[in-house]
């Protein structure tokens, strides 16, 4: 089973590369619960074991919303200390990387953009 953090991660990776923009956190939140959603349907096992709180806007996953709090405060220091905009940001801050597991992918095909 994977961790949200991590197919979060793999659905960052391939929206940018597939569209070449970033995905916003909205869109991302909508995703993951949609995915885990699909895995359910599909193979009638969760993909992650984090769970989502149902929000005004949608489901959101207080693991991946930390994530994304810690990475807008680096980018507002960095962005007034001049330093300039870093060249992409990856959420996992731990330098950990998944290229998307089997389950991962299918799902991601499923959903319509075939990485």
Not at 6 to 14: K, W
Not at 92 to 115: A, E, H, L, Y
């Amino acid at each position: 089973m994977e961790r949200i953090i991590d197919v979060a991660q793999y659905i960052y990776d391939e929206y940018k590369r597939q569209s070449g923009e970033v995905i916003n956190e909205m869109k991302l939140h909508k995703l993951l619960y949609l995915s885990q959603r699909e895995s359910l349907a599909i193979t009638n096992e969760p993909m992650f074991p984090e769970s989502f709180e149902g929000w005004k806007y949608g489901p959101v996953s207080k693991e991946v919303r930390a994530l994304y709090m810690k990475s807008e405060r680096l980018m507002k220091v960095i962005k007034s200390r001049k330093y300039g905009i870093l060249p992409g940001f990856s959420l996992c801050v731990q330098n950990q990387k998944t290229s998307g597991n089997s389950s991962q992918k299918q799902i991601w095909s499923f959903m319509g953009s075939d990485p």
